[in-house]
């Protein structure tokens, strides 16, 4: 296969695997989501999604959250790990809104990373799940599979979202960076990885990655 062949062979596996596709993180509106996506920093979903309900009921809008004080906050999602940064940025951001957008989030990346604790990542997932607007989130399951599936060489996620970006149309990213995320989680993942089960990999995959992989089933 060349590389495009190989890029529509991804494109036609996760269409079929999930037509239709799961918003990882619960939420209601574009604030929510902001809050949640946040607290997903080195914290799986499944504890995002138990703690977020407690938050919320408290405050699920800016003008409620900076009536609760960061110690108050931080108690709340001490179980998402970094609570004292996160805490922090979400009381900060959520003045900001007030402040600067009448309580609304900004539907750019400018007015998005500009607010505390919230990088490209996080303003890139508010940008796709919440606003539609054609963007390319990259996790540690992206990725890993683009690198298990020879489409980046890049080092870092800066480089792998430009080589996704490059690759995939850009009507399909907001769709196809959900899909991905789901099949490393189902498919590809970090440990106890079953080749067998990972098609994608096993069709499209580095040849380094399928020989490693391979020789360590043998040993």
């Not at 500009?114 to 996790?139: N, R, Y």
Request: charged share 25%; glycine share 6%; net charge positive.
């Amino acid at each position: 296969m060349n590389k495009q062949e190989k890029v529509q062979f991804v494109i036609d596996t996760l269409q079929k695997l999930y037509p239709e596709i799961p918003i990882p993180l619960d939420h209601k509106d574009p604030y929510t989501l902001l809050i949640a996506v946040l607290l997903s920093a080195q914290c799986t979903d499944i504890r995002v999604n138990a703690i977020t309900p407690i938050l919320f009921a408290k405050a699920d809008n800016p003008f409620d959250m900076v009536k609760l004080t960061i110690e108050e906050i931080k108690e709340i999602i001490r179980p998402c790990g970094l609570s004292p940064m996160k805490s922090k940025g979400i009381y900060g951001l959520s003045k900001i809104l007030i402040e600067k957008y009448n309580g609304e989030v900004p539907q750019s990346f400018a007015g998005l990373e500009e607010l505390p604790a919230v990088g490209h990542k996080t303003a890139s997932v508010v940008m796709s799940q919440a606003f539609g607007i054609p963007a390319f989130p990259v996790d540690t399951h992206i990725h890993r599979l683009l690198w298990r599936w020879n489409l980046t060489n890049g080092k870092n996620v800066q480089q792998t979202e430009k080589d996704a970006k490059r690759l995939f149309p850009i009507e399909l990213w907001n769709d196809l960076h959900l899909q991905i995320i789901w099949y490393g989680r189902e498919y590809s993942q970090a440990r106890g990885w079953d080749l067998e089960k990972d098609s994608i990999t096993k069709t499209i995959g580095r040849k380094s990655v399928l020989s490693e992989y391979y020789r360590k089933k043998k040993s």
